[in-house]
């Protein structure tokens, strides 16, 4: 049985002077042969769900062969995870600056270019490691050596991504508000979707936007094509440089189901098994047809008008354009004028998740939909 270590990672000070911690779960692998793993949950507050999808991994993989290792972080964001309002739990931005938590991880770009210069005819395994070491001391630089200080937010996201550096996959566990689970996929790893069991993937190209996964993988694939261009053929994926980051929608937000949970763990891990992280052949990802859209075509349908919403559109399921995605009731017009109207585009589409409340704003982001979709 593997035993794992868990650690109490401190990212923070509250006004009164009490500690913001983060609990940090390793299992170290004894032969250490393949990728390193990094997982963590909950960087928004009501997005519970992967904390459920971590406790059944840590579970499973004490009985699991282990080739690599692999950190897990549920509560990713102890101010997010206790910010609640009323019977709801908000944790999406920064109360304080209003700065969504998954946009404040750290890339500088300008690192790209003369790295690759000085790096043009280094060993792939040097390139590697001193690559991680130079993102890993960018960060410390920033936590710890900044005469400026940076925000509460910034110092929780750039430790965790100081430990997410330093793996060679990357899994950030999410949820939509009410919602289809779905995966964030880089463009250069649409082989890896194949093995998780989500139904639905969008394949994002190298723009950095401030989230874990981008803040990840965006660093690699820029070094590559750096090295490209000045003509060095550098393959990313493959061997040494397997880097790969992923943010996984586990469904709707403020629920934990922990026999889903378990469901889910067990695609992350044939989704590990298909990396060789683990050697366990019971994990293999599940037959199911999966559609995937580019970023692009994945769009937000807005409200044309205030009122109550009946949503009725399902998820993953292709809608013909024209077929209603809701009907949006407003009583103030029954009697003299139309009480329900529909909401329709005029574009095929398959409705991903939708908006948590009944009652809506005119312009408030109803549906979000896969447009241009094509099977996987
Ligand atoms: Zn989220």
Not at 122 to 151: C, M, P, S, Y
Not at 181 to 186: E, T
């Amino acid at each position: 049985m593997n035993k794992f270590t868990k650690e109490v990672m401190s990212v923070g000070e509250m006004a009164s002077g009490a500690k913001l911690t983060v609990p940090v779960y390793s299992f170290k692998s004894e032969n250490n042969s393949a990728a390193s793993v990094y997982i963590q949950a909950n960087m928004h507050g009501a997005e519970v769900q992967g904390n459920a999808v971590i406790f059944q991994l840590l579970e499973l993989l004490q009985h699991c062969d282990l080739r690599g290792n692999i950190t897990l972080v549920p509560y990713a964001n102890p101010v997010a995870c206790n910010h609640k309002n009323g019977e709801y739990t908000l944790g999406r931005f920064d109360p304080i600056t209003g700065v969504n938590w998954n946009r404040m991880y750290h890339f500088n770009q300008s690192m790209i270019q003369p790295f690759a210069e000085q790096y043009l005819d280094a060993n792939e395994a040097d390139i590697r490691d001193d690559f991680k070491r130079f993102l890993v001391t960018e960060l410390d630089q920033k936590l710890a050596h900044n005469i400026w200080g940076i925000t509460t937010g910034q110092r929780i996201a750039y430790q965790l991504q100081r430990l997410a550096h330093q793996a060679d996959i990357v899994l950030d566990l999410h949820t939509g508000p009410i919602s289809s689970k779905h995966l964030y996929c880089p463009e250069y790893a649409q082989a890896s979707a194949e093995y998780f069991d989500i139904e639905h993937t969008i394949l994002i190209d190298n723009d950095f936007g401030g989230a874990m996964d981008e803040a990840t993988f965006c660093p690699w694939w820029s070094l590559q094509q750096a090295f490209e261009k000045l003509g060095r053929n550098f393959t990313m994926g493959k061997g040494a440089f397997k880097r790969e980051s992923f943010t996984v929608e586990l469904g709707s937000q403020e629920q934990i189901d922990l026999d889903v949970a378990k469901e889910d763990a067990s695609s992350i891990l044939a989704y590990l098994h298909s990396q060789g992280v683990i050697d366990n052949q019971q994990y293999q990802p599940k037959a199911m047809t999966r559609y995937a859209c580019y970023l692009k075509d994945y769009k937000a349908i807005y409200s044309p008008m205030g009122g109550m919403v009946d949503y009725l559109a399902e998820f993953g399921k292709p809608l013909a354009a024209g077929e209603p995605l809701a009907r949006i009731l407003r009583m103030d017009n029954y009697g003299d004028g139309e009480a329900l109207h529909n909401v329709s585009v005029d574009e095929d589409v398959i409705p991903i998740l939708h908006f948590a409340s009944a009652s809506v704003n005119q312009g408030t982001e109803l549906y979000k939909v896969f447009c241009n979709y094509f099977k996987l």
